[in-house]
């Protein structure tokens, strides 16, 4: 097991979203700062007092995503990450939509972030953001120019995607260790979507030591199932009001899933 993840996570963690409202240089954005800011500080309370372990910050409203975001985008995006960072005690991610990772890293530096989220760090992926490229060989020259404490969690496989030309996943497992992730996420194809359970004990079974964690599809249905074969799970979409994933963080839902998973009455 990767140290530095036990030295951030002492158990498998249950991570949160905190999923920004439409930033400005989007399509969706409203106008407002003081929303957004109001609207993710919310989110992190009822999620810090649900009693999730960890959270990630993303410019979920930002759609449609592009391969990269805007000076307007990374200048508000920072300034939030920084105030919940200030004002939490728990370990806080940052990502960047679509595989930003010169942002990502920026934002780890500034706002002394505890992760990143990378989709793409040794696969080549495309979707309806068009092509991201395998960013390893950039990120860790970005890592060593420019040191922060961020871990990196690599996804393999990211949902909303389609390999640009296959690759074998030992073969993507083993690069994205290689290469220095200090954990490895794993999706279904779509938000919401979970991915197989034979899917995740192969990827667990390729990675030996290092943290495997589920990226999508996590309830309370299923979490404790999950973390019976894995090393923590992200939940967004569950934890909403009426488990959508456009609504705001429910503290009932993230409380229920806490106490699922950690044994207790869910009453």
């Not at 290092?210 to 404790?224: E, H, L, Q, Y």
């Amino acid at each position: 097991m990767s140290n530095r993840f036990r030295n951030v996570f002492a158990n498998d963690p249950l991570i949160g979203m905190v999923h920004l409202l439409p930033l400005p240089g989007s399509p969706g954005y409203g106008g407002s700062i003081k929303e957004i800011l109001h609207a993710a500080f919310d989110d992190m309370q009822a999620l810090v007092e649900g009693g999730v372990d960890a959270f990630i910050v993303e410019n979920f409203g930002d759609v449609p995503y592009s391969g990269s975001i805007s000076r307007e985008t990374f200048a508000a995006m920072t300034s939030v990450c920084a105030l919940l960072k200030k004002e939490c005690h728990i370990p806080l991610g940052v990502n960047v939509q679509f595989s930003d990772v010169d942002c990502e890293w920026a934002l780890a530096l500034a706002t002394d972030a505890d992760f990143i989220r990378v989709e793409t760090l040794v696969e080549n992926r495309i979707g309806i953001h068009g092509i991201s490229y395998a960013c390893a060989p950039h990120l860790m020259r970005l890592k060593a120019n420019y040191p922060a404490k961020a871990m990196i969690f690599a996804d393999i496989n990211v949902k909303h995607t389609f390999p640009l030309v296959a690759q074998p996943i030992d073969f993507s497992v083993h690069e994205a260790i290689e290469t220095g992730a200090d954990a490895l996420i794993v999706t279904g194809l779509l938000t919401g979507q979970n991915p197989t359970m034979d899917d995740v004990k192969n990827i667990k079974k390729l990675a030996r030591n290092t943290p495997v964690i589920i990226g999508s599809g996590i309830t309370s249905d299923n979490a404790v199932d999950y973390l019976d074969v894995s090393d923590g799970v992200i939940v967004g979409s569950s934890l909403k009001f009426n488990g959508n994933v456009n609504n705001r963080v429910d503290r009932k839902r993230v409380r229920a899933l806490v106490d699922r998973i950690r044994g207790k009455d869910l009453e």
